[in-house]
């Protein structure tokens, strides 16, 4: 199961009732892991007013260094510091490993935790694997922002389940050896050899990807592709001159072409207070859209 949380869902400057961006993915698999994406000012305030415990977060994602997108990071990593964190926290990034150092040598900080920052290619058009757990990998693929910007997606594995029919019909029964079979894809068992196939079938992974600020592009229709979730910019309501921002029929163009299940719009400008125009206009072009706000939580299973 992942738990998306929407912490701040605003563009550049923030509003009473929306805080700058950052996104908590929970994934409840064998092990329970904590990601975070982006950063904003006041998200270690949003992260307790949700409940999530900021210790709790392993792997940070930042999708490019505006302010609006990272100014958090200076003030989480100081209460990570001061409540005694011991872990190693990773960060990501365009360039991470210039700003996360900038950002650690900030002030008198006297850091006491390892901090690992991954930089990230934020050119040309291929999806790069850039982290993998047991359970997931995460990938990233170059964006049009007017900085080097790029969007993620969080991928799970695929996974054998193991049908109880089909033991029964070779008088097999659940057990140890099922740990065995799903590592090596086959066993002998009973003086027969088992394969994997032939008493599990496979169960397709979730997938959230999340845009960070961009224009729409071919890029993130290609990341997007078939996923359960797109966390995609949308601005504006009309495509505003100049600005790298996409708005909100242009985000949903680009969740139709991906054909995902659901598009959440974030990334709002303060200057709609009443968002549900934004969804309205979406919905003509892509129906399964909802607008975040700040403390939405979505379920997947
Ligand atoms: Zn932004």
Not at 206 to 217: A, I, M, W
Request: net charge neutral; charged share 30%; hydrophobic share 40%.
């Amino acid at each position: 199961m992942i738990v998306v949380t929407f912490l701040g869902t605003v563009s550049g400057i923030p509003s009473k009732e929306r805080s700058h961006p950052a996104i908590v993915l929970e994934y409840f698999g064998e092990k329970k892991d904590t990601i975070l994406f982006d950063c904003g000012e006041g998200t270690q305030k949003q992260l307790m007013l949700s409940g999530i415990s900021f210790m709790d977060i392993s792997k940070i994602f930042i999708t490019h260094w505006h302010a609006d997108h990272f100014a958090g990071l200076i003030g989480l990593i100081q209460t990570m510091n001061l409540e005694k964190r011991k872990e190693e926290l990773k960060i990501f990034g365009p360039e991470a490993e210039k700003f996360v150092s900038d950002i650690v040598d900030l002030g008198y900080f006297g850091l006491r935790f390892p901090i690992t920052a991954t930089n990230v290619p934020f050119e040309g058009e291929e999806i790069v694997k850039i982290d993998e757990a047991e359970d997931y990998e995460i990938y990233c693929v170059p964006v049009l922002h007017t900085v080097p910007a790029v969007a993620y997606s969080f991928q799970e594995k695929d996974k054998w389940s193991i049908d109880v029919e089909k033991l029964k019909k070779l008088g097999l029964k659940r057990g140890s050896w099922l740990r065995k079979l799903k590592k090596y894809g086959k066993v002998r068992i009973k003086g027969m050899e088992v394969k994997l196939e032939e008493v599990a079938r496979i169960k397709k992974g979730l997938k959230v990807v999340y845009t960070g600020d961009t224009k729409p592009c071919d890029n993130v229709i290609r990341i997007a592709r078939n996923s359960d979730l797109l966390i995609h910019d949308s601005t504006f309501l009309e495509e505003e001159e100049g600005k790298a921002h996409a708005d909100v029929k242009q985000a949903a163009q680009v969740a139709k072409e991906a054909e995902v299940k659901e598009l959440i719009l974030t990334h709002i400008s303060r200057r709609y207070k009443d968002a549900s125009i934004l969804e309205k206009e979406a919905r003509k072009v892509f129906p399964n859209t909802r607008v975040a706000y700040d403390f939405m939580r979505i379920k997947l299973k």
